[in-house]
Structures are given as C-alpha cells and as structure tokens.
Nanobody, 125 residues
Framework: QVQLQESGPGLVKTSQTLDLTCTVS??????????WSWVRQPPGKGKEWIGY???????FINPAFQSRTSISRDTSKKQFTLHLASVTPEDTAVYYC?????????????????WGQGTQVTVSS
C-alpha cells in the first residue's frame, strides 16, 4: 500500500523559498504508470494543482506557478521536492503531495488515488 508523507517548515517569511519534500513508501516514483503531484488548499478555497514530476523526471508546472516553481526528486530516497520561490502571505495553505495515474488530467485532483496527510504552511509578512 502506497503512503506519502510531506515534510518541511510550517512557517516561512515573505520572499523566502519554500521547500517541501514528499517521501513515498510502498511504491516506486519511477513506475511509468504514475505522476507525482503537489497540490495546495488555501484557507476557505478549493484545491489548486501546483505541478507534478513524471516517472521520467520531467516536470509539468501549472502556468500560474511556473515562474517561481520547480520540482526535483531523489530516486534513491523515493522523495520528490517542491521549491516555491518568492512566497507571499497568499501562499499560506495546506500543501499535499499526491499520486495520479498517467492519463488522468492533472487538474482533476478528485481523481487522484493517493494523498499525503497534508502539511500547513504559513507565510508571515
């Protein structure tokens, strides 16, 4: 059974870079059946897909985040990491890592099959 666990700082300051890591167990992040995503949910709003890293290592970023976002991975540790630069208080949200099957539209987060528990990130001004 696949499990995903987010880790990273709960509090960052405006203009800093937020780095969040997802550690995967029970599955391979190089399995060509899945993509590995980051999704966030700001307070009082719906989920927003940020981007994903494919089994090949290629990344696909939501255009709304593209100028300040990258995703990397360490296959030996079965981890992938979100790097979100120049954060502002509007980036305050619960951040999730999640898995979706290849062929599922990335923005269709309701169709993702596995989720981490989420981690609260607050950006202070």
């Amino acid at each position: 059974q696949v499990q995903l666990q987010e880790s990273g700082p709960g509090l960052v300051k405006t203009s800093q870079t937020l780095d969040l890591t997802c550690t995967v167990s029970g599955a391979s992040i190089t399995d060509n059946v899945y993509y590995w995503s980051w999704v966030r949910q700001p307070p009082g709003k719906g989920k927003e897909w940020i981007g994903y890293i494919a089994y090949s290592g290629s990344t696909f970023i939501n255009p709304a985040f593209q100028s300040r976002t990258s995703i990397s991975r360490d296959t030996s540790k079965k981890q992938f990491t979100l790097h979100l630069a120049s954060v502002t208080p509007e980036d305050t949200a619960v951040y999730y890592c999640a898995r979706t099957r290849v062929g599922v539209r990335a923005t269709m987060t309701d169709e993702y099959d596995s989720w981490g528990q989420g981690t609260q990130v607050t950006v202070s001004s």
